[in-house]
């Protein structure tokens, strides 16, 4: 997806200046406009959001404490391939991606369960069978946005320095880099560094932001399923689920055609399995089809790390100070765990909800960044639920014959009320209405299903009465 960086490469000029307003480095800017604002984390996030505010003509700073991963490379076993819908191509599709990323993504059509002991079946995610989620390289897409990013005049990637204290007073960042402890200027400190954000987790005056950070008792660890005869060892048109109750493994396929598999357990589980014949004999006992595709089973779990998994509720996410703001996005605001595929998507409807409150604010930042919390919180409580609720249904739910059965049904309201009843997944999945709108929409949606039904019993009740009645003999 990505070219190697050229030799011509910005990622350590100085920044230029905002080419509507001179050099960026004279004078005072008029009070909410930012003569040099930072970026902190050159996630997928920090990527989008560098590029579309140059595109406004704004100086853009990008800091990140790990080395350019297009250089160095994806982490082992950190991956977890991302599920792209709806919310997330309409974002690339503003800096020109969208294609690019969809002919290097493979399509979903829906979940293939395997039940413990039974036959596989597909469940597809939409009515009519013809959406999709889009499985995708985190590092591909990651690479393709900090290119497009380094591409965009304004910007500038500052690779290995770890942003140390944000002073809101001054204006100032310290930086532990290559060369030692540096201070450099902001105005505006947007920090899309994560979810265990050190820009959050202290700013200097005022403080850290106030969070809750919960953890699941699940972690995660990657594996492989390689190719297969050169071809894809499952069906590539599914998001592989392999629902075991308190657990549970899923696979999403890969161009190479192989799967990447994830394990989520608890995390006691992990370390239960401390010699390669355990985890051998654990997975031919418990994932048995799985079990003889992955000729690297024992290697990969041995080396690959257990993760965590965290949902973070930040608030508030803006400090407006003296000398800088600083605003939190993506994970350092409002982490949440990876069930419903959310987490990118939900991180670049925050750079789009940016963007637009400051169109709508005339580029003064000190009023577009309340806006911008204001209208993201509550979509990112509601999708935090969800996400969690998500984990149940495929651990546990996607199983049962009852729960195929709802989900029928569904789809057959969905069919037959096209437009007027939707599933909360494809509401989710496939549709960028907001978050927080959704729990209420079902709602309403079920309240309106069963009146007609219950009045469907009456009047079938009263039909049967009348029958009755002309039965009588006279």
Known sequence: MA?????????????????????????????????????????????????????????????????????????????????????GLAALEQVGLRELALSRALPMHGRMVHPSGAATNFQSYSADGTRAINSISRAELNAALLDTAEATPGVTLRFEHRVTAVDTASGKLTLDGPDGTVTEPADVVLAGDGAYSAVRRGTGPGGAFDADTDFLEHGYKELTIPPRGGDFALDPDALHIWPRGTSMMIALPNLDRSFTCT????????????????????????????????????????????????????????????????????????????????????????????????????????????????????????????????????????????????????????????????????????????????PARIRKQNLAVAGVAAAGTLLAAGAVRVLRGRSRPS
Not at 57 to 83: C, F, H, K, M, Q
Not at 284 to 307: C, K, T
Request: with cysteine.
């Open 263 to 438: 394990l989520f357990w608890p995390k006691d589980d992990f370390a239960a399995l401390d010699t390669p014949e355990a985890v051998t004999a654990h997975f031919r006992r418990h994932y048995p089809d799985a079990a003889e595709l992955m000729p690297d089973l024992a290697d990969d779990f041995a080396q690959n790390p257990v993760g965590s998994l965290v949902t973070v509720r930040a608030w508030p996410w803006v400090r407006i100070g003296e000398g800088a703001s600083v605003a939190l996005l993506g994970d350092a605001a409002h982490a949440i765990v990876p069930f419903f595929g959310q987490g990118a998507n939900c991180a670049f409807e925050d750079c789009l909800e940016i963007d637009r409150c400051l169109d709508e604010t005339g580029g003064d930042w000190t009023a577009a960044l309340p806006l911008y919390q204001e209208r993201r919180k509550a979509n990112t409580d509601a999708i935090a639920e969800m996400a969690l609720d998500n984990f149940v249904e495929m651990r546990d739910r996607v199983a049962s014959p009852v729960f195929r059965a709802k989900q029928a049904a569904v789809h057959a309201l969905e069919r037959r009320l096209a437009g007027r009843y939707v599933s909360r997944y494809e509401l989710v999945s496939f549709s960028t209405l907001p978050y927080a709108e959704i």
């Open 3 to 87: 070219a190697e960086p050229s030799g011509a490469s910005r990622r350590d000029e100085a920044p230029r200046g905002d080419a509507r307003r001179g050099d960026a480095g004279r004078g005072e800017a008029p009070r909410g406009e930012a003569r040099r604002v930072a970026v902190v984390g050159a996630g997928l996030a920090g990527a989008l959001l560098a590029t579309l505010l140059a595109r406004r003509g704004v100086a853009v700073t990008v800091y990140e404490r790990r080395p350019d991963p297009r250089v160095a490379g994806a982490e082992r076993g950190r991956s977890i391939n991302l599920a792209i819908s709806a919310r």
